[in-house]
């Protein structure tokens, strides 16, 4: 698996029962530029605020990188509404980071729900089972790695949910992390679980949405 993992994704929309998965594009910079500007949000995923011009090029980047994939995680509901933006359909994102250049089989997975109605709604599981399900079959991820803050209760508790195991506790960056090894079990229950999403290609899905501004 040597090729660039986030150009596989480039034009890949993958539609679950409630949410929508798409690459993320320039377009969508502006609302996660806002997004991010929450003190809550940048202590869940560890981050700096950014200028709206390191943001794009942060999306550049993201979007260029071989060992990063991501996608923007749409209200499905909204977004099947063509007369309503793809950025105002935004709620959250969702990455896969390559992170053992000697292991292409191992990925952390990362995860965030930035529009607080969203929330405790079942929405997190899904797009995290989505993204799985796309790791396993379409990156050979073998083992799942999540390393979330302790004090996000909620994300730990939904990971143990997916049967992810507790690992270590790193007390400096007051972290837990949690793996989850893709057995055949494993593997199967997820596939089972992605039956009914549909992948479709991302351009040829907008342009039937948005009707040719001419």
Same mark, same amino acid.
Do not use: H, W
């Given at each position: 698996m040597c090729f660039?993992? $986030?150009?596989? !994704?480039?034009?890949?929309?993958?539609?679950?029962?409630? %949410? @929508?998965? @798409? /690459?993320?594009n320039a377009e969508h910079v502006p609302r996660y530029h806002e997004w991010m500007k929450s003190p809550e949000l940048q202590q869940l995923t560890a981050s700096? /605020?950014?200028?709206?011009?390191?943001e794009y090029d942060m999306q550049r980047s993201w979007r260029e990188d071989d060992d990063k994939c991501t996608f923007i995680v749409l209200d499905k509901q909204r977004w099947a509404d063509t007369s309503v933006e793809e950025e105002q359909c935004m709620v959250g994102d969702v !990455?896969? #980071?390559?992170t053992d250049p000697t292991d292409p089989s191992l990925a952390e997975l990362e995860i $965030?729900?930035?529009?607080?109605s969203y929330r405790g709604k079942g929405i997190g599981k899904e797009v995290t089972r989505l993204m799985m399900c796309y790791g396993v079959t379409k990156l050979g991820v073998k083992k799942f790695q999540a390393k979330i803050g302790l004090d996000n209760q909620v994300s730990i508790a939904m990971f143990?949910?997916?049967? #992810?195991?507790?690992?270590? @506790?790193?007390k %400096? #960056?007051?972290?837990v992390t949690l793996e989850m090894t893709v057995d055949e079990s494993v593997r199967t229950r997820l596939l089972d679980d992605m039956a009914d999403v549909n992948e479709r290609d991302y351009r040829q899905t907008c342009s039937n949405r948005r009707e040719p501004v001419s």
């Open positions: 660039g993992v $986030m150009k596989i !994704n480039e034009n890949t929309l993958l539609e679950g029962q409630r %949410v @929508v998965l @798409v /690459p993320y700096e /605020p950014l200028t709206l011009d390191q !990455n896969i #980071f390559l $965030m729900i930035a529009e607080p143990k949910k997916l049967d #992810f195991q507790e690992v270590s @506790v790193c %400096v #960056f007051k972290e």
